[in-house]
């Protein structure tokens, strides 16, 4: 069983639609992360929760939006989507009640290609 | 800011040991953690070093030096698949509520060849 889901898996758009990508855990984790992955670029940060009520843009939140729709639900979405927001997207849950390590799980991804 | 330096590229036999590098230049220090990342598929995590020293999982070691601003991970007993990528990520500066985020380096693609 999956602990973190992210829906969908594979997605094509095209420039000036609006999408949204959903992620959801029952890892019980309290922390959700969205990062985009580029070839050689790595793993970016998009935006962060620590909890419901509580939203924080990360290193490249231009052009993204976030929902916490509840502790296990965080959405992001993408406006009005452009060819270069084609990128592998993925979801992570971590846990504040975890100590000092607070390890990051990430979720499948989901693979966006804007036309 | 953080700056995160890995080799893009490793070439190693099957059977044998590899070391990965990494170094960074960060604004405060809370942590070095490795994850693999098979080609598609989501980062897993393999270690954790926030004090200095070597920490020893199995086949897989992780290394810190926080004076030099550097780790490495030691696969020993390559398999072929471990073929993957291997991130480097440093937690460092303080972002509220008892938390940090998380900076990832480019990675380090290991090809394990017969």
């Known amino acids: 069983d999956a602990d973190v889901t992210q829906t969908p898996r594979n997605r094509i758009t095209k420039t000036g639609k609006r999408i949204m990508l959903e992620c959801s855990q029952t890892k019980g984790h309290d922390r959700m992360y969205w990062y985009r992955q580029d070839p050689g670029l790595g793993l970016r940060l998009i935006y962060y929760s620590f909890d419901v009520k509580d939203i924080n843009k990360g290193e490249i939140s231009d052009g993204y939006s976030v929902s916490r729709q509840a502790q296990a639900k965080f959405s992001l979405s993408l406006e009005s989507a452009i060819p270069n927001q084609t990128a592998l997207y993925f979801c992570?849950?971590?846990?504040?009640?975890?100590?000092?390590?607070?390890?990051?799980?990430f979720g499948p991804g989901t693979r966006l290609l804007v036309l | 800011g953080q700056n995160i330096d890995q080799p893009t590229e490793m070439t190693a036999t099957e059977g044998a040991i590899v070391q990965i590098n990494c170094t960074y230049q960060?604004?405060?220090?809370?942590?070095l953690f490795w994850y693999q990342q098979h080609a598609g598929e989501a980062p897993t995590f393999l270690s954790y070093n926030v004090l200095d020293g070597l920490e020893e999982k199995g086949r897989f070691s992780s290394f810190l030096s926080r004076s030099k601003g550097y780790s490495y991970l030691l696969l020993k007993e390559l398999q072929m698949k471990d073929s993957a990528s291997y991130l480097c990520?440093?937690?460092?500066?303080?972002?509220?509520?008892?938390?940090?985020?998380?900076?990832f380096g480019k990675g380090t693609k290991l090809s394990v060849i017969p």
């Open positions: 992570a849950t971590s846990s504040s009640q975890s100590g000092s390590v607070q390890t990051q799980y």
């Open positions: 990520a440093v937690r460092g500066s303080y972002s509220g509520a008892g938390s940090y985020q998380l900076t």
């Open positions: 960060t604004s405060g220090f809370n942590g």
